[in-house]
């Protein structure tokens, strides 16, 4: 079968969903039964076919880049699809001019500003649904107000959201210094790629775009005008105060990172290449693999898109529950490998304390957590006892109080923390110009605290520094960004101890420390749903939001052993627990900084029992296959090997 009467026999199956939309079938999720390859091209026949003078609907894409039939084109080495359609079109980008939170933000901005609302909308859309706002702006079709929510809602084109040819048609144009969603948009309907000499025929011929390659579609400064938002601050009153406040600032985050020196752009991160290549269109059927890079575009919004894909009836989207689910997993599963490392270590303490430091390292690409101030990362500290007894609870997160201890105005930035009313939380948190913090973009005057973990290479003494600064607490942390060993700068890191009085005469604790992510907190949304009686989407997405599961994602979980008298400072090598109860872990202490080179388990007798890597003798491995009694550790150095005294409890 070839590609063309593959198509063919597409056709009866668009009739059929067709024909589904005519019965009255109200819940396509219902009406393919489970028939998933079905229902997705059923629904991509929903996307906008509408066709504008700059740009055209992302459904007019659909019928060379949605998946093959063949299996040939657009699939990666495992034949796994990678069309750009299925995967853009259940992301947080794709679904920007629906989302109901950013809806009912522009109707709350609105309601606060009932002088300036116009405006506002015209600058919401800019980035949220830009083709419409392009296309209006372009054609001159914009009212005296620029482009509002009014327009938005009679627009295709608009409510396509960020399309295909809204990043396409993105210009190499001073990319860099742009903001706030100002797009230079080619005239003449070039659409951008990232390979050489793509053949042009049949596309420019269907779509009237051209597939021209466009180096810059390979580099962060494509993303840069939309992930740069900058807002003018007015006062209590709606006057503008001639401040500009640095609300978004992703781009400026990168620029400020490692990454940006050694190229790993935001699309290594958010459009991962696939291996090898892949066929970038099904028609003509004589393509051959090109540089592919996959429209995956997740970040760390899994409520939202969990939120979106069991709304996505009411909310008109046109991507599947399966769909969903793959933007979902990867968001997660981003959050768990990609984001952020999570390490915690028993410190010598004072008789009777309790001390742990934790230490929480970066990995993205830019601050964690970036982007709209909402989001947060905190940390959840919990001590038990042998028996699995709380000690002590930090950063507990429950749906009816949210992240426990978190001071109602702002949670402080802590270098200590010792009471359970002490929480890490990562966040930007703003202020207006009476320094009373606020959820409304305008009003943003002043920085009240941003200790969001900076990537990797991040410096205060870079030109940048001035757009993407720490807050006043995270400036004075002495060991903010700052390595361990040299206290050099930019290594995206953070410390903190946790100090706990051992009231309780445990011997041994242990500790689990947990790091969450959470996207949409109850407690940012909480001022915009007051006015739920005035707003229609406000009220509509409060009773979305109140029915969704809000819990955190889970982004890294790590869990230590803790013992009475540990001195990591001891000049000798030990053990500890020095005497040790069946399930336990064994750890070795070095004296200092030595690194043990070879640790073997040795019984009584002094027959080998077996070897142990020396990052688990470090960390603590468990010694349950060593009889009762003395046993022995044997740990080779630099400077030879010496041998420790062990003893294992009798389990009863
Ligand atoms: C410069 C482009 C730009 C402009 C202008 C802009 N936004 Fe956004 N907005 C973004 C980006 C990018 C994100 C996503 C960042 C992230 O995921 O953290 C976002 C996210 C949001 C979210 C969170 C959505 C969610 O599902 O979690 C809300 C709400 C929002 N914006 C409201 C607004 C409002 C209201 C305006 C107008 C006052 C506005 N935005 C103007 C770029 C913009
Ligand atoms: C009739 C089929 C067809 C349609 C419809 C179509 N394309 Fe293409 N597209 C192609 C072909 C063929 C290529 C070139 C593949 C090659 O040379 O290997 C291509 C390549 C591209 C490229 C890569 C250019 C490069 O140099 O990297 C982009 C970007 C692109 N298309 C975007 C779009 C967009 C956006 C739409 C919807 C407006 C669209 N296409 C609709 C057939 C099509
Ligand atoms: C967020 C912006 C964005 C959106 C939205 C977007 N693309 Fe792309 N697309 C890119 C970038 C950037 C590249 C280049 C990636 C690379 O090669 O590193 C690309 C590459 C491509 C390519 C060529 C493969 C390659 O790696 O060069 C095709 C074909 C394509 N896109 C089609 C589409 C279609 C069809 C849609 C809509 C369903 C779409 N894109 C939506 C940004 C976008
Ligand atoms: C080294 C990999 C890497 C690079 C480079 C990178 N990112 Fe990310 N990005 C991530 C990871 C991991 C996450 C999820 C964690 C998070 O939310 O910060 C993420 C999240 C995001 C988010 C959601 C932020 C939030 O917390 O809501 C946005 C928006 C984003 N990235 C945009 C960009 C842009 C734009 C660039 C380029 C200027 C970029 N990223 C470069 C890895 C990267
Ligand atoms: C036309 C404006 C625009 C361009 C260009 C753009 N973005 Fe976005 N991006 C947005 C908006 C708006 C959102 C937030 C949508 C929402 O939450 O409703 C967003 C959200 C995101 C997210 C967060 C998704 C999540 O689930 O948390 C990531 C990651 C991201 N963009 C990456 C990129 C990358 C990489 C590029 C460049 C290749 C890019 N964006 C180009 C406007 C844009």
């Known amino acids: 079968m070839n590609r063309q009467t593959a198509f063919a026999l597409l056709l009866p199956l668009m009739g059929i969903g067709l024909a589904l939309l005519f019965s009255g079938a109200t819940d396509p999720d219902v009406a393919f039964h489970g028939d998933d390859a079905a229902h997705m ?32 084109a657009l699939v990666d080495v495992d034949g ?26 522009v109707s709350h901005e609105g309601l606060v500003n009932p002088n300036h609302r116009e405006s506002i909308e015209n600058l919401c859309t800019a980035c949220h649904a830009p083709q419409g706002f392009h296309e209006a702006h372009l054609t001159g079709k914009v009212g005296p107000n620029g482009y509002t929510m009014d327009q938005l809602l009679e627009d295709e084109l608009g409510l396509d959201g960020i399309g295909c040819t809204a990043c396409h048609g993105i210009d190499d144009d001073a990319l860099a210094g742009r903001s706030n969603g100002d797009l230079p948009i080619n005239p003449d309907n070039v659409s951008w790629g990232g390979f050489e000499n793509p053949w042009d025929g049949l596309m420019s ?59 790993v752009q935001c699309q290594s991160c958010h459009m991962p290449l696939v291996e090898g290549g892949a066929i970038a269109a099904t028609q003509p059927n004589w393509l051959f693999n090109q540089r592919f890079g996959k429209h995956h575009l997740v970040g760390g919004n899994a409520f939202m898109l969990k939120l979106m894909r069991d709304q996505a009836v009411a909310l008109e989207l046109s991507a599947t529950t399966v769909q969903f689910d793959s933007t979902i997993a990867r968001t997660e599963r981003s959050l768990q490998t990609q984001t952020a490392e999570l390490e915690v270590r028993q410190l010598a303490s004072a008789m009777g304390d309790w001390e742990f430091e934790v230490e929480l390292r970066n990995l993205a690409g830019h601050k964690f957590p970036s982007g709209y101030p909402s989001r947060i990362a905190f940390i959840e500290f919990e001590l038990q006892d042998p028996d699995g007894n709380t000690l002590f609870h930090s950063g507990e997160w429950t749906p009816e109080t949210g992240v426990i201890g978190r001071d109602e105005t702002w949670e402080p930035h802590w270098e200590t923390i010792e009471s ?36 990797r290479g991040f410096s205060t003494n870079h030109a940048a520094y001035d757009t993407v600064q720490f807050g006043p607490m995270a400036a004075l942390d002495a060991n903010f960004n700052r390595t361990a060993q040299t206290g050099e700068e930019g290594s995206g890191s953070d410390r903190m101890t946790y100090r706990i009085p051992n009231d309780l005469n445990a011997a041994t604790v242990q500790a689990h420390v947990t790091l969450h992510y959470l996207s949409v907190p109850a407690r940012w949304v909480q001022s915009m749903f007051e006015w739920a009686e005035d707003s229609e989407e406000i009220a509509s997405f409060q009773s979305m939001f109140e029915s969704a599961d809000r819990t955190p994602v889970v982004v890294a979980t790590t869990t230590t052993w803790a013992y009475r008298g540990f001195d990591q400072n001891d000049p000798e090598w030990r053990l500890a ?46 010694v349950s296959d060593v009889a009762s009694g003395a046993f022995f550790v044997r740990v080779r150095t630099e400077s030879g090997w010496r041998v420790l005294k062990g003893m294992k409890l009798n389990s009863q």
Not at 80 to 105: L, Y
Not at 427 to 446: F, H, K, N, W, Y
Not at 592 to 618: F, Q, W
């Open 420 to 455: 359970e009313d002490q929480v890490q939380v990562y966040e930007m948190v703003i202020g207006d110009v009476t320094g009373a913090p606020t959820q409304v973009l305008e009003r943003a005057s002043v920085l009240i605290k941003d200790n969001r973990l900076p990537p």
């Open 80 to 105: 796994h699809t990678v069309s750009p359609v299925v995967d853009w079109q259940a992301t947080m980008m794709a679904n920007s001019a629906k989302d109901p939170f950013w809806r009912a933000k």
């Open 205 to 263: 011929g269907q779509t009237g775009f051209n597939p021209v390659f466009g180096e810059h579609m390979r580099n962060s400064e494509v993303c840069a005008s939309c992930h740069s938002l900058y807002s003018h601050t007015q006062d209590l009153e709606g006057e503008e105060t001639g401040q500009v406040f640095f609300e978004q600032t992703t781009y400026l985050e990168w620029v400020n990172s490692a990454y940006n020196a050694e190229n």
């Open 577 to 622: 627990p020095s005497a040790i109860g069946s399930g336990q872990p064994l750890r070795l202490i070095p004296p200092g900084e030595t690194i043990p080179l070879e640790v073997v388990l040795v019984d009584a007798l002094g027959r080998t029992v077996r070897s142990v890597t020396p990052d688990a003798a470090l960390r603590g491995f468990d």
């Open 41 to 72: 091209r059923w629904r991509m026949g929903e996307l906008c076919t509408e066709q504008g003078v700059y740009f055209t609907g992302s459904g007019n894409c659909v019928n060379c880049h949605a998946p093959d039939p063949d299996g040939e």
